[in-house]
């Protein structure tokens, strides 16, 4: 069992930055891959990032490419998404998720893959 809480939303300016952080339970953190997805208001949720379990490789949507970092801390049982460059149409909810690493290489774009969810954290880019 795995239980997540993400923290580091608010609302910026457009060009501003925030870091989201995602604080994990459990001892087995470690062992899942984990991933960041978010939500407008009227859409479906959709993949932003993963990252796999020892943070040898990284995956971003093309619309935050460049923009995005993902990152962990396994020792702290964390995940970061360091987001620059803001634009108003990266407003939505932001939840982090967590993934068994046998499903990561195949399954990290889908929600449904995941295994765990927190709560989310609303990111509002003002223009």
């Known amino acids: 069992q795995v239980q997540l809480v993400e923290s580091g939303g608010g609302l910026v300016q457009a060009g501003g930055s925030l870091r989201l952080s995602c604080a994990a339970s459990?001892?087995?953190?470690?062992?899942?891959?984990m991933g960041w997805f978010r939500q407008a208001p009227g859409k479906e949720r959709e993949f932003v990032a993963a990252?796999?379990?020892?943070?040898?490789?990284?995956h971003y949507a093309d619309s935050v490419k460049g923009r995005f970092t993902i990152s962990r801390d396994n020792a702290k049982n964390a995940v970061y998404l360091q987001m620059n460059s803001l634009k108003p149409e990266d407003t939505a909810v932001y939840y982090c998720?967590?993934?068994?690493?046998?499903?990561?290489?195949?399954?990290?774009?889908?929600?449904?893959?995941?295994?765990?969810w927190g709560q989310g954290t609303q990111v509002t880019v003002s223009s």
């Open positions: 459990g001892r087995t953190f470690s062992s899942f891959a």
């Open positions: 998720a967590a993934i068994k690493g046998i499903a990561y290489s195949s399954g990290k774009y889908f929600p449904r893959e995941y295994d765990y």
């Open positions: 990252i796999s379990w020892n943070a040898g490789s990284t």
